[in-house]
């Protein structure tokens, strides 16, 4: 059924550019903070505080600008316990069309996560993409921009994008259109048979498996690095063995390891303990929050004073770029049962990287989570060293 078209702002006047701003009640801020209390992990209250935040804006926006148009949330990806601890994007219907709101506690960066679901998987696709700000600390929520889905279909074909390992898509800030008074025109009157959305054709992964993916593939198993061997998961996600590091410290030559070279050398004169000759690494680069982050893993096996088989695992975060690591960065390893490190980066020390290098027995998992100030985080699958067999004499 087709929705009458009423407005409350100029039909045709979209000579206003400025994101639209929506004060939020006490009441509103309440609610969200008594929501996000409901969760044990900090990075998920503040993603579920900002959502709630968003939608009190979002529908009090629509209510206002265009009272006949209905409001329909689902909340088994918005608000409702468990579930809500894991969904990065908020699922609106706004009369006949699908709106995914993507709740920001900051604009400042050039590139929008959006959850691989909400751009591949029919049932979670929606007709337009939302940015909302969050400014909670002036009780505000702005309107900023839009995209439409099939814009993004042909932007996405034009540029090759490809998911990353945090299971989203990076966006171009500039792909959105900055125009909130023309999302208002579209979905007062256009036909949603002009935004087509691919059909389901089978029962789909709910998007609340999302963000807990990493936990659940396989682990990445460094002990095949000494042997020049690069597991499939590795290649997948795109890690990148490095060459030998010993030859490489002793090198004045350029080359893809001399960033972590000149790290190595500084550890090893702090400590007055080189590596061992048989360590190997690798990095990973990635984008968390709009930061181009580079994790470098480096690991060789030892033995105990009791003689007892060991490994240890030597982990890196820096920057992919000139840019220093962002304030409040936080790198936190855990084994099998409990947090083992905990560093956040301190401004004062005008640090350039964070370390944490561990010791465990053969086979015993290390976990590594990087999260932002703001509450968003990445968990990488678990580190273990498994030395593949030798590889027999055929008979």
């Given amino acids: 059924m087709k929705v009458p078209c009423t407005w409350s702002a100029p039909m045709f006047d979209f000579t206003a550019l400025q994101p639209e701003t929506l004060l939020l009640e006490a009441a509103e801020i309440d609610r969200a903070r008594q929501i996000s209390r409901q969760l044990s992990s900090p990075?998920?209250?503040?993603?579920?505080?900002?959502?709630?935040?968003?939608?009190?804006?979002?529908?009090?926006?629509?209510?206002?600008?265009?009272?006949?148009?209905?409001?329909?949330?689902?909340?088994?990806?918005?608000?409702?316990?468990?579930?809500?601890?894991?969904?990065?994007m908020l699922r609106v219907q706004v009369g006949p069309f699908r709106l995914g709101l993507i709740a920001l506690g900051s604009l400042m960066e050039e590139i929008i996560e959006v959850p691989v679901p909400a751009v591949d998987w029919p049932e979670y696709i929606p007709h337009f993409y939302v940015l909302l700000e969050v400014l909670e600390d002036l009780g505000q929520v702005q309107v900023q921009g839009f995209l439409r889905y099939d814009r993004l279909q042909q932007k996405r074909q034009a540029h090759a994008l490809t998911a990353t390992l945090e299971q989203t898509y990076n966006l171009p800030l500039a792909w959105f259109e900055a125009r909130p008074d023309r999302l208002l025109l579209y979905l007062c009157c256009l036909d949603p048979k002009a935004i087509p959305l691919p059909h389901t054709t089978g029962p789909q992964v709910p998007v609340a498996n999302l963000l807990v993916q990493p936990l659940l593939q396989p682990v990445i198993n460094v002990g095949l690095w000494l042997r020049d061997e690069l597991e499939a998961l590795m290649e997948q996600i795109q890690w990148i063995l490095l060459p030998d590091l010993v030859p490489a410290l002793r090198s004045s030559m350029l080359s893809p390891v001399d960033e972590l070279a000149g790290v190595i050398l500084e550890l090893e004169?702090?400590?007055?303990?080189?590596?061992?000759?048989?360590?190997?690494?690798?990095?990973?680069?990635?984008?968390?929050?709009?930061?181009?982050?580079?994790?470098?893993?480096?690991?060789?096996?030892?033995?105990?004073?009791?003689?007892?088989?060991?490994?240890?695992?030597?982990?890196?975060?820096?920057?992919?770029?000139?840019?220093?690591?962002?304030?409040?960065?936080?790198?936190?390893?855990?084994?099998?049962?409990?947090?083992?490190?905990?560093?956040t980066l301190d401004e004062t020390l005008n640090p350039t990287y964070l370390f944490a290098r561990l010791i465990g027995n053969q086979e015993e998992p290390f976990t590594a989570t990087i999260a932002l100030f703001n509450g968003m985080a990445l968990t990488l699958p678990a580190f273990v060293f498994q030395p593949a067999p030798e590889p027999r004499d055929s008979i």
Avoid: M
Avoid at 46 to 69: C, E
Avoid at 284 to 298: E, N, T
């Fill in 269 to 343: 004169r702090r400590s007055g303990s080189p590596l061992l000759p048989q360590s190997r690494g690798a990095y990973h680069d990635f984008l968390l929050g709009g930061h181009g982050l580079r994790l470098y893993a480096i690991t060789w096996p030892q033995i105990s004073g009791t003689g007892t088989p060991e490994w240890s695992l030597l982990l890196i975060l820096g920057s992919q770029t000139t840019v220093p690591l962002p304030a409040g960065i936080t790198l936190q390893i855990r084994d099998a049962t409990e947090i083992l490190v905990d560093q």
């Fill in 43 to 88: 990075q998920q209250q503040w993603q579920v505080y900002l959502n709630a935040l968003a939608l009190a804006g979002f529908s009090q926006w629509i209510h206002t600008q265009a009272p006949d148009l209905p409001l329909e949330v689902d909340q088994t990806t918005c608000l409702s316990l468990p579930k809500a601890e894991e969904v990065s």
